[in-house]
T-cell receptor, first 114, second 116 residues
Framework: GQQLNQSPQSMFIQEGEDVSMNCTSSSIFNTWLWYKQDPGEGPVLLIALYKAGELTSNGRLTAQFGITRKDSFLNISASIPSDVGIYFCAGLNAGGTSYGKLTFGQGTILTVHP | GAGVSQSPSNKVTEKGKDVELRCDPISGHTALYWYRQSLGQGLEFLIYFQGNSAPDKSGLPSDRFSAERTGGSVSTLTIQRTQQEDSAVYLC??????????????FGDGTRLSIL
């Protein structure tokens, strides 16, 4: 089946630093999504990317959908303590019986030191 | 409430017992999804509902797992004869329509299942 490799697995940074994480896939997706999960809660959608090459920003977050459709990255600029959490990439192929089925990366655990 | 609601939030049970997990999607959302998250892992797809039917059950790990949805709304995930490897957080998500384009999936906070 489809697999997503997300890296790094964890990051320890100082407040104010920029962060970058990425996902690569063995096969093509036609939608890439980035979610953040806080302890004891469900994932919350941060950014959705629908077109190869698309670069989208949401406040301090920027994400890109790779040209090959097999990768995506997420950047967080000027990190703050509330950025702490687990970040997941997810790929989706909307079609056939797998309509809407998300395939998730393993997650990146982000720790921000004040 | 306005979001996806799951109950119970925590469930501890003995190996071999049956459990039922409930998901109440956002009102009007026709698509409903169940995922499983093991400790320190990403989410693993279990099953997808469109209305009351399940076009994709490919992620259910064994025949001990089943799910149903009634009235196009509430869904129940049932695990029979639970095993210790079933311990995980079970997450439910819903979207207005199936597919990804402009139809993000909204997640509940999950049910943390522990099998003793």
């Amino acid at each position: 089946g489809q697999q997503l490799n997300q890296s790094p697995q964890s990051m320890f940074i100082q407040e104010g630093e920029d962060v970058s994480m990425n996902c690569t896939s063995s096969s093509i997706f036609n939608t890439w999504l980035w979610y953040k999960q806080d302890p004891g809660e469900g994932p919350v959608l941060l950014i959705a990317l629908y077109k190869a090459g698309e670069l989208t920003s949401n406040g301090r977050l920027t994400a890109q959908f790779g040209i090959t459709r097999k990768d995506s990255f997420l950047n967080i600029s000027a990190s703050i303590p509330s950025d702490v959490g687990i970040y997941f990439c997810a790929g989706l192929n909307a079609g056939g019986t797998s309509y809407g089925k998300l395939t998730f990366g393993q997650g990146t655990i982000l720790t921000v030191h004040p | 409430g306005a979001g996806v609601s799951q109950s119970p939030s925590n469930k501890v049970t003995e190996k071999g017992k049956d459990v039922e997990l409930r998901c109440d999607p956002i009102s009007g959302h026709t698509a409903l999804y169940w995922y499983r998250q093991s400790l320190g892992q990403g989410l693993e797809f279990l099953i997808y509902f469109q209305g009351n039917s399940a076009p994709d059950k490919s992620g259910l790990p064994s025949d001990r797992f089943s799910a149903e949805r009634t009235g196009g709304s509430v869904s129940t995930l049932t695990i029979q004869r639970t095993q210790q490897e079933d311990s995980a957080v079970y997450l439910c998500a819903s979207s207005l329509k199936p597919g990804g384009f402009g139809q993000p999936q909204h997640f509940g906070d999950g049910t943390r299942l522990s099998i003793l």
